[in-house]
């Protein structure tokens, strides 16, 4: 290479060298103005351009559409340099279209902004949720309410959720253009996406139904199944009763009772059909690592004793808070727990997994034998094979059996994450009780008495919790939105209730100067019970609806 053509190259590695840095520099302040100035200089000198160079302009004109003296700026540089770029024969990718979506968006094109996206494997691209977001939020705010949902369709083709923002403006839409079934459709959505809604949805929600009549009849019947069918909390069937709803700010008490309309929320369980695939998935990964004679063996003898309202983690309850000197396996504690589950199920024993490796060590010891070869005999225990894993086990019992699970195994392992986390997060809060031993007396904790979710009850009224900075569940704020008779009815039962609050509190004191049961007690305060006898446990498919 002669000298000349090596200083030319040097001068153009310099020039581009530059034009890098100070475009970064310009990105780091959000200077709009700077890096236009600088693009010109380095379209006028003919520097080479690359992708990173071109995003970096774009990402700048797009967030220079917050500062209303910048738009008309941003927007004309803007499809000036998406051009230029195109031109070039530098693919765009996700970060490109994005950016221009939301130039298209700003100038009111919302056409443009959903055809870029549509067009994007012209270019190898793959959108995300921020690539819709300006075509949807720009067809929501110009009310075009059906082309707002082409867009979600064509996202759910592309395999991409919508979050609490996008169905908020959906909801939105719908509410301002009277399409009632679409707000039902995305409330619903709204229940299954978020646990407690912004403030922003909640009034959206206000807004609609303050003014909104329904003429929603159903069949009461249909609707009950559903309710238990999808594991309480909701039907999905659509609008019931009639006439104007009753919209109000309130709270929910630690029992999860409305105090506004004195409904009852319900804990709810995840589904009949996911409650199936959860199974189904634990059992094939349990096939898959254990042997698969065993588990089979467990899974047919499971089929015949199906009554159990409780599974114990025998291992994880014996060795609790045992890792000291002479510590071991505690046969005092599983007892105590089986004991508390025992009560609690009305007097029906609990099913404990053990592995067959520490049974055959309790029954060696002639002070544990008498306990063992009982609870064997009532067939309180299962014993696990050598070279089983309990986990498969237990798990696989709780979710097949729709029962509690005693354990304090959060189970975030990750083979347990192979079952999927949404619904299975779900279930662990409807179904681990946790447990603690101080000084020796058991406490155990239940899972709480509702979940603080959207829930739409089988009597048509509906509560939404809003999110607030308070880390108290109960004390949350919530809609209460409901019909005049639903109030009026309620408030007749929360009358009766009080009443039988009383009969109830004089019936418990004259228990308590006699009892010498011993103190049963929980983190909630609706799940304490001091000498007094223990709740009943039910399994969620025997359950009627929470309803008051």
Same mark, same amino acid.
């Given at each position: 290479?002669?000298?000349?053509?090596?200083?030319?190259?040097?001068?153009?590695?310099?020039?581009?060298?530059?034009?890098?840095?100070?475009?970064?520099?310009?990105?780091?302040?959000?200077?709009?103005?700077?890096?236009?100035?600088?693009?010109?200089?380095?379209?006028?000198?003919?520097?080479?351009?690359?992708?990173?160079?071109?995003?970096?302009?774009?990402?700048?004109?797009?967030?220079?559409?917050?500062?209303?003296?910048?738009?008309?700026?941003?927007?004309?540089?803007?499809?000036?340099?998406?051009?230029?770029?195109?031109?070039?024969?530098?693919?765009?990718?996700? @970060?490109?279209?994005?950016?221009?979506?939301?130039?298209?968006?700003?100038?009111?094109?919302?056409?443009?902004?959903?055809?870029?996206?549509?067009?994007?494997?012209?270019?190898? @691209?793959?959108?995300?949720?921020?690539?819709?977001?300006?075509?949807?939020? &720009?067809?929501?705010?110009?009310?075009?309410?059906?082309?707002?949902?082409?867009?979600?369709?064509?996202?759910?083709?592309?395999?991409?959720?919508?979050?609490?923002?996008?169905?908020?403006?959906?909801?939105?839409?719908? @509410?301002?253009?009277?399409?009632?079934?679409?707000?039902?459709?995305?409330?619903?959505?709204?229940?299954?996406?978020?646990?407690?809604?912004?403030?922003?949805?909640?009034?959206? /929600?206000?807004?609609?139904? !303050?003014?909104?009549?329904?003429?929603?009849?159903?069949?009461?019947?249909?609707?009950?199944?559903?309710?238990?069918?999808?594991?309480?909390?909701?039907?999905?069937?659509?609008?019931?009763?009639?006439?104007?709803?009753?919209?109000?700010?309130?709270?929910?008490?630690?029992?999860?009772?409305? &105090? &506004?309309?004195?409904?009852?929320?319900?804990?709810?369980?995840?589904?009949?059909?996911?409650?199936? !695939?959860?199974?189904?998935?634990?059992?094939?990964?349990?096939?898959?690592?254990?042997? !698969?004679?065993?588990?089979?063996?467990?899974?047919?003898?499971?089929?015949?004793?199906?009554?159990?309202?409780? /599974?114990?983690?025998?291992?994880?309850?014996?060795?609790?808070?045992?890792?000291?000197?002479?510590?071991?396996?505690?046969?005092?504690?599983?007892?105590?727990?089986?004991?508390?589950?025992?009560?609690?199920?009305?007097?029906?024993?609990?099913?404990?997994?053990?592995?067959?490796?520490?049974?055959?060590?309790?029954?060696?010891?002639?002070?544990?034998?008498?306990?063992?070869?009982?609870?064997?005999?009532?067939?309180?225990?299962?014993?696990?094979?050598?070279?089983?894993?309990?986990?498969?086990?237990?798990?696989?019992? @709780?979710?097949?059996?729709?029962?509690?699970?005693?354990?304090?195994?959060?189970?975030?392992?990750?083979?347990?994450?192979?079952?999927?986390?949404?619904?299975?997060?779900?279930?662990?809060?409807?179904?681990?009780?946790?447990?603690?031993?101080?000084?020796?007396?058991?406490?155990?904790?239940?899972?709480?008495?509702?979940?603080?979710? /959207?829930?739409?009850?089988?009597?048509?009224?509906?509560?939404?919790?809003?999110?607030?900075?308070?880390?108290?569940?109960?004390?949350?704020?919530?809609?209460?939105?409901?019909?005049?008779?639903?109030?009026?009815?309620?408030?007749?039962?929360?009358?009766?209730?009080?009443?039988?609050?009383?009969d109830d509190a004089s019936h418990s004191e004259a228990q308590m100067i006699s009892s010498t049961k011993p103190e049963m007690t929980s983190s909630d305060p609706s799940l304490?019970?001091?000498?007094?006898?223990?709740?009943?446990?039910?399994?969620?498919?025997?359950?009627?609806?929470?309803?008051?």
């Amino acid at each position: 290479m002669d000298t000349k053509n090596k200083k030319i190259k040097q001068k153009q590695k310099t020039t581009e060298s530059q034009f890098h840095y100070s475009l970064n520099s310009c990105s780091k302040l959000k200077d709009l103005c700077s890096a236009i100035t600088l693009y010109e200089s380095a379209v006028a000198d003919n520097t080479r351009l690359n992708q990173h160079h071109f995003n970096t302009l774009l990402y700048l004109c797009s967030t220079a559409l917050s500062d209303p003296a910048m738009k008309e700026l941003s927007i004309e540089h803007g499809f000036r340099i998406f051009d230029h770029m195109v031109a070039s024969g530098i693919n765009p990718n996700e @970060a490109s279209i994005t950016a221009v979506a939301r130039l298209a968006a700003a100038q009111g094109n919302a056409n443009y902004a959903f055809c870029l996206v549509k067009n994007m494997g012209v270019y190898n @691209a793959i959108p995300r949720l921020r690539t819709y977001g300006p075509a949807l939020f &720009c067809f929501c705010e110009k009310l075009e309410a059906e082309k707002a949902y082409e867009v979600e369709e064509h996202m759910g083709k592309m395999g991409i959720s919508l979050e609490e923002p996008e169905l908020t403006a959906l909801l939105k839409v719908s @509410a301002e253009t009277g399409r009632q079934q679409k707000v039902y459709g995305y409330l619903h959505k709204l229940r299954k996406t978020v646990s407690c809604v912004k403030k922003e949805t909640a009034k959206v /929600i206000e807004d609609w139904l !303050k003014g909104f009549e329904s003429d929603g009849i159903l069949d009461m019947c249909l609707v009950k199944d559903a309710v238990l069918s999808n594991g309480g909390g909701w039907h999905g069937l659509g609008w019931i009763g009639k006439g104007k709803w009753i919209v109000q700010r309130g709270s929910v008490d630690v029992g999860g009772q409305c &105090c &506004c309309c004195g409904e009852q929320l319900a804990c709810v369980d995840i589904g009949d059909a996911e409650t199936q !695939k959860f199974a189904e998935s634990v059992a094939a990964l349990a096939m898959d690592r254990e042997a !698969k004679a065993n588990f089979s063996e467990f899974q047919n003898w499971l089929d015949k004793h199906a009554g159990y309202e409780a /599974i114990i983690d025998g291992a994880n309850v014996g060795l609790y808070q045992q890792n000291f000197a002479e510590g071991g396996f505690s046969i005092s504690q599983l007892e105590a727990v089986v004991k508390d589950m025992y009560k609690r199920a009305g007097n029906k024993w609990p099913l404990v997994i053990l592995h067959t490796k520490r049974l055959l060590a309790l029954l060696e010891n002639p002070s544990h034998r008498k306990l063992i070869e009982e609870w064997m005999e009532k067939d309180v225990l299962y014993a696990t094979p050598h070279g089983s894993n309990d986990d498969w086990y237990w798990l696989f019992a @709780a979710v097949k059996l729709r029962c509690l699970l005693v354990s304090n195994d959060e189970m975030r392992d990750h083979i347990f994450e192979l079952l999927g986390s949404d619904f299975f997060l779900k279930w662990k809060e409807r179904h681990l009780v946790h447990y603690t031993f101080v000084k020796g007396s058991l406490k155990l904790q239940l899972p709480a008495p509702f979940s603080v979710v /959207i829930q739409e009850s089988e009597r048509g009224s509906w509560h939404v919790p809003i999110s607030g900075d308070g880390d108290e569940e109960s004390a949350k704020s919530w809609l209460c939105i409901s019909r005049p008779s639903d109030c009026n009815r309620c408030g007749e039962d929360l009358t009766n209730k009080e009443l039988s609050r009383t009969d109830d509190a004089s019936h418990s004191e004259a228990q308590m100067i006699s009892s010498t049961k011993p103190e049963m007690t929980s983190s909630d305060p609706s799940l304490n019970f001091e000498n007094n006898t223990p709740p009943m446990l039910g399994k969620r498919k025997e359950r009627t609806p929470s309803v008051v």
